[in-house]
């Protein structure tokens, strides 16, 4: 079912000042949901998307006990040890069956994947035969049923074998693939807006002598989102306009489900897009106890949610990374993804202040260390390009010195 958020989804509880990460998350999580419609699409166009309903089996897999390996198939429990069988006429193979019942003392020739025949539950691997006169010899293995799977042994028919909210990576196709699935019911592409906004942005292809800067989130969020399964509509770029960026804001609501803005997130004289959001929408600026990205301020927009990142390239990229992410996620009918983290040594020294998260622009150097870029700049762009994940430092005041065990974040468990 598609979900109406309400119009305090965004809404810290009352007293909250600095808002700690995990209070701005959990908020998230609470107040967000699917707002996409379901639609059914076959196997071969559904990586990426979102499952609406679970993928059941539509029969057990494997549907039949078969081979695990090129071999020979007999009855353990009438092989002795040294087992010296005769061998049965013809073979199995996958996908063509033996037809007879295999006599209790005999071995019939199987190939891997190919049904166990009634009467056998034992495969020898080829390996370990000898083959002589229409006779087999082997050492018996040791335990019944060994080189044989189960029938059921991946899944039994009935079983929900992916659930709903999952998006689908290429093994989940080959998962539901293998159960019979044909065509599966998934969440409709969420479509995210992205304006960028700010009288000194230049559009690419701008002559470079002009005075302005070249906008880079925009090109940066649109592949974020699109990444991340979404249909991206770009809004282009507004300049510091009320009447502007309200036509932008519109136009963002009549065309995508969720809103990224960049720039005009803090308070300043030409901050038109907080202003607005504050005004004539719905806003909360949550004052998140973070760096970057403390000015992050969310609202609704004739009910559509808004993200206002902040214009500082690295600070709208970890803010899209760490807030906006599973918020989208959440909001296309998809779990809650958390980032992937490992604990690794710190390759630098810093002194941080207490009383918000930081997060750097690292990455691993040879020995597993983690490193980070030069400068703590938020519009050092150049950073961003050169790092392969964030360095995430707890709220506590921090000494940290090479050696320290820090949590790293790779790009890689952002889908980046
Ligand atoms: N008095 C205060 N000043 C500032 C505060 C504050 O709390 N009080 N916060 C600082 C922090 S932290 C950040 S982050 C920025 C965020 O400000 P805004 O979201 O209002 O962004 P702008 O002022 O519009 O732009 C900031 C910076 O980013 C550049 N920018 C904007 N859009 C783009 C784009 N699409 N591509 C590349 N660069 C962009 C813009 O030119 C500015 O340099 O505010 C601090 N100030
Ligand atoms: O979010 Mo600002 O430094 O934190 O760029």
């Known amino acids: 079912m598609n979900g109406r958020l309400a119009d305090d989804c965004f809404a ?238 519109d136009g963002g609501a009549a065309s995508a489900d969720v809103l990224l803005t960049s720039g005009g997130a803090s308070a300043g004289d030409e901050d038109h897009l907080s202003r607005l959001l504050g005004r004539e929408g719905r806003r909360e600026t949550w004052r998140i106890a973070v760096k970057p990205g403390r000015p992050l301020a969310m609202g609704l927009w004739q009910g559509r949610p808004v993200f206002c990142l902040p214009g500082n390239p690295v600070a709208a990229f970890v803010c899209t990374l760490i807030f906006a992410r599973p918020a989208l996620a959440v909001l296309a009918g998809a779990d809650w993804p958390e980032p992937l983290a490992f604990t690794v040594p710190a390759a630098f020294a810093k002194r941080k202040k207490r009383g918000r998260r930081e997060y750097l622009r690292a990455r691993l150097d040879a020995a597993g260390h983690a490193e980070v870029f030069a400068s703590e700049g938020s519009g050092r762009v150049g950073g961003l390009s050169w790092s392969e994940g964030l360095v995430e430092l707890p709220d506590a005041g921090m000494d940290i010195a090479p050696g320290d065990p820090v949590r790293y974040l790779p790009y890689a468990g952002f889908g980046i």
């Not at 059941?56 to 071999?71: E, F, M």
């Open 12 to 249: 810290l509880p009352p007293g909250v000042d600095w808002t700690p990460v995990e209070v701005a998350l959990a908020r998230l999580r609470e107040g967000l949901r699917p707002v996409t419609g379901i639609e059914t699409v076959g196997l071969s166009e559904a990586a990426g998307r979102v499952l609406a309903e679970p993928v059941l089996a539509r029969r057990d897999s494997p549907p039949a006990a078969n081979a695990a390996v090129d071999g020979y198939a007999f009855a353990w429990e009438a092989a002795g040890a040294e087992a010296d069988l005769p061998l049965a006429e013809g073979r199995a193979a996958a996908g063509h069956p033996w037809p007879g019942h295999l006599p209790a003392g005999e071995a019939l020739r199987i190939l891997t994947g190919a049904e166990l025949p009634a009467g056998a539950d034992t495969v020898v691997l080829e390996e370990d035969c000898r083959l002589a006169d229409g006779r087999v010899r082997f050492p018996r293995p040791r335990k019944p049923g060994a080189n044989r799977r189960p029938q059921g042994e991946d899944a039994r028919h009935g079983e929900p074998v992916l659930a709903a909210g999952r998006r689908l990576r290429p093994q989940d196709l080959a998962r539901a693939a293998s159960v019979g699935a044909d065509r599966l019911a998934v969440r409709q592409r969420l479509r995210v807006g992205i304006l960028s906004t700010g009288d000194e942005l230049l559009a690419p292809g701008t002559d470079p002598a002009q005075p302005g800067i070249f906008d880079a989130n925009r090109p940066m969020l649109a592949a974020l989102a699109a990444g991340w399964g979404a249909e991206v509509v770009d809004l282009g770029a507004a300049g510091d306009d009320a009447g502007a960026v309200r036509a932008a804001l």
